[in-house]
């Protein structure tokens, strides 16, 4: 188990499990049903959908925000710009999948997924299984651990605070 000393780096970190798990449990989803769409009654299957539809995209989107407005500026101003603006273009491209497969999730909560619908929801759910843990990954191996050498305790203590008063 990873435990870092900086707060952020820690809470950034356990919503990073939070959503490989999450996303493990699409993935099934999505192999298990194949072309056929899954029966909406399912309580397995509502579960997933109402996770998707209420906190991903809630949770994701603070997460973003929180690294976008405070970290990268933070490592800016420590000359150390590259990491952000990279993960910025990937987080250009993640919002609308997550968005848009968020609403899809929200609409199967109610009925029956449609063939289209559902083919949306594969395709999406799909790209955002392969598209998410990569970048995960890299906030893992490179943002979190420059974060953790290179925050001082009263910055960290701020931004820590500003962060969780957000959840």
Same mark, same amino acid.
């Given at each position: ?73 933070? *490592?800016? +101003? ?7 603006? &990279?993960?910025?273009? @990937?987080?250009?491209? /993640?919002? %609308? $999948? #997550? ?24 395709? *999406?759910? +799909? ?7 990569? &970048?995960?990954?890299? @906030?893992?191996?490179? /943002?979190? %651990? $420059? #974060? ?20």
């Amino acid at each position: 188990m990873v435990q870092f000393a900086n707060r952020i780096c820690q809470k950034l970190h356990d919503e990073h499990q939070s959503n490989i798990a999450l996303l493990h449990r699409v993935q099934g989803l999505l192999a298990r049903q194949g072309a056929t769409s899954p029966d909406a009654a399912d309580p397995a299957v509502r579960q997933l959908l109402s996770e998707l539809a209420t906190g991903m995209a809630t949770e994701v989107q603070r997460h973003f925000d929180f690294e976008e407005h405070s970290l990268f500026v933070y *490592l800016d +101003g420590a000359g150390e710009s590259a990491i952000g603006a &990279h993960l910025i273009e @990937e987080h250009v491209v /993640l919002r %609308p $999948l #997550i968005s848009r497969l968020t609403v899809i999730a929200r609409d199967g909560l109610g009925q029956d997924f449609d063939e289209a619908r559902w083919n949306e929801f594969r395709r *999406l759910g +799909g790209e955002l299984c392969e598209r998410l843990p990569v &970048h995960i990954q890299k @906030e893992e191996m490179a /943002l979190l %651990p $420059l #974060i953790e050498e290179n925050m001082d305790s009263e910055t960290e203590a701020r931004l820590s605070r500003n962060y969780l008063e957000n959840v």
